[in-house]
């Protein structure tokens, strides 16, 4: 079955550093990937997403994913973080053999030490 | 473009009252969308698909006669939690897919905070 996981459930950075947010996914065939942004309360938006072509891909806000297919892999990245990227992050995979459901992980909560 | 609203952003009601969520595609003709429910400090579960004209999908587990779908139109959805409990709080989020994309992108709205006394 597809699957996402996030194995990080919480990570903490001070501002400046650079991030990685780790996603592995489970999917018979090329996925379609997205990573979303929730600060708390809110709804859902989409930083980045990949369908095919370049494997490292550029979201909003200055995070960039990279599609790799050999380790399943769809990390986050972004160079220099600030206060205000303070929310929790979800990698998902879209299911093109199940009317296009969006399957999310649980989710990483990034704190931002001043 | 691609905006999709919820109304209300929060309700609260008492036990045993219904409440009914409307989900709208403000810019965009909606095929498909998707009810979602988060509990605090969890991830997003697919409650039910609906496509527009025909009796929503839902997922294994989720009570179809609790939690009513209509899809009446290309730009509106509406969830009605009937005979609202305690356990029904939730953060109730939907999504549309927009009519005539080849991929299967869904666009988010800003989600219902339930409330059951």
């Known amino acids: 079955a597809q699957s996402v996981t996030q194995p990080d459930i919480h990570i903490t950075v001070s501002e400046g550093a650079s991030l990685e947010l780790r996603c592995n996914y489970s999917?018979?065939?090329?996925?379609?990937l997205f990573w979303y942004v929730q600060s708390p309360g809110q709804g859902l938006q989409l930083l980045l997403k990949?369908?095919?072509?370049?494997?490292l891909v550029q979201g909003i806000k200055g995070f960039e994913a990279e599609f790799k297919r050999s380790q399943s892999s769809f990390n986050l990245r972004k160079p220099s973080v600030h206060w205000s990227d303070a929310a929790e992050y979800f990698c998902?995979?879209?299911?093109?053999?199940?009317?296009?459901?969006?399957?999310f992980g649980k989710g990483t909560r990034l704190h931002i030490l001043p | 473009g691609a905006v999709v609203s919820q109304h209300p952003s929060r309700v609260i009601c008492k036990s045993g009252t219904s409440v009914k969520i409307e989900c709208r595609s403000l810019?965009?003709?909606?095929?498909?969308m998707f009810w979602y429910r988060q509990f605090p400090k969890q991830s997003l579960m697919l409650m039910a698909t609906s496509n527009e004209g025909s009796k929503a999908t839902y997922e294994q587990g989720v009570e179809k006669d609790k939690f009513l779908i209509n899809h009446a139109s290309l730009t509106l959805s509406t969830l009605t939690v009937t005979s609202a409990h305690p356990e029904d709080s939730s953060f109730y989020i939907c999504?549309?897919?927009?009519?005539?994309?080849?991929?299967?992108?869904?666009?988010f709205g800003p989600g219902t905070r339930l409330t059951v006394l």
């Open positions: 999504s549309a897919r927009e009519k005539g994309l080849a991929y299967n992108e869904q666009f």
């Open positions: 999917y018979g065939a090329t996925p379609y």
């Open positions: 810019d965009f003709q909606a095929t498909t």
């Open positions: 998902a995979v879209g299911d093109m053999n199940r009317d296009d459901k969006i399957i």
């Open positions: 990949y369908f095919s072509g370049d494997t």
